[in-house]
């Protein structure tokens, strides 16, 4: 099975991929080479692309069964528009690569599709399926739970420590210009992504999900 994992970043939502099922053959596109790099220690068997993730969907779709895109969030984020005014901010045009590719993948693409993103400061120009924090547009149902798992995200010393321990991964590896709390924010839970490919595949899990709370 070929999947594109596209603004692949550090791979949260792929991490239990090979969990649901053997053989998948992985596309990562990241834009950012540190991220990449990371990405690629971390699933060395996945092809990871230094490349618009934008512009790669476009041109390379039709060689994929499963497509999971991310794009960008702050233009569309709640904290970004409350900010507004705040140490000197702008106000900014929402990025509408988002709305652009949840319209190409309805009417072009014959796989299973997710497209990810923050519940917006505006109401969404597509409905979505709301789970969490997250808006899904999907060409297939979302169970009403996707991970049992829960982290208390706030500002502070221990934010990146406890981001750490949640995704299984260490963050202070990550040495290049984004700040190293956006990108273990943004990282989708595993679990969540684990149970949207068994979705997508009609998978029945066996056994329920250990719940993990982290204050």
Known sequence: ??????????????????????????TAVELDPELAKLYKKRFPNDTVIVADAHEYLLDHYQ????????????THSRARYWAFGA????????????????????HYFKGK??????????EPLIPAQKRHRHLYWTNFNLPNILTNRKVKISSGTNEVKNLCIFHNYDFYKYKGKQKTNKIARNLVDYEAGKTILETALNIQRANNTKQLTIL
């Not at 140490?87 to 190409?104: R, S, T, W």
């Not at 599709?113 to 505006?122: A, H, L, S, T």
């Open 1 to 26: 099975m070929k999947i594109l994992n596209l603004y692949a970043c550090l791979g949260g939502n792929r991490y239990k991929w090979n969990e649901v099922k053997e053989g998948i053959e992985v």
């Open 63 to 74: 060689e994929y069964e499963f497509i999971w895109t991310s794009p960008p969030c702050p």
């Open 87 to 106: 140490n000197g901010q702008k106000p900014i045009y929402p990025n509408l690569d988002l709305y652009e590719q949840i319209i190409f993948l309805k």
């Open 113 to 122: 599709f997710v497209v990810e993103n923050v519940i917006p400061y505006y």
